[in-house]
């Protein structure tokens, strides 16, 4: 049986701009095999957008939650989930 892949829209709030955070998010993506992208918001937040199969995806937010990067603070993380794919290659930081 394969894995469901699905999208997921995420935002996370809080200490999470110039503390290496998206640089930390995109290896972990990639390490859990996802595609998609990380990119800074105007108002300090954090927007994610990922694909892959649900479970990897459900670690990567377990991550964002717990971990992040050493200097960051997570105050909040939201989950949007969508079947529909945008089809990413690759992981990478949006600017």
Do not use: C
Request: net charge positive.
């Amino acid at each position: 049986m394969s894995e469901k892949i699905v999208h997921a829209d995420i935002l996370v709030k809080g200490l999470v701009q110039g503390v290496s955070f998206r640089a930390y998010t995109k290896r972990k993506a990639i390490s859990l095999g996802l595609s998609g992208f990380v990119r800074n918001l105007t108002n300090g937040d954090v927007e994610i957008k990922v694909e892959g199969p649900e479970e990897q995806i459900y670690r990567l937010i377990k991550w964002l939650r717990n971990e992040g990067s050493p200097a960051s603070r997570v105050e909040k993380v939201l989950v949007q989930w969508s079947n529909q794919l945008e089809n990413y290659s690759y992981f990478r930081i949006s600017f």
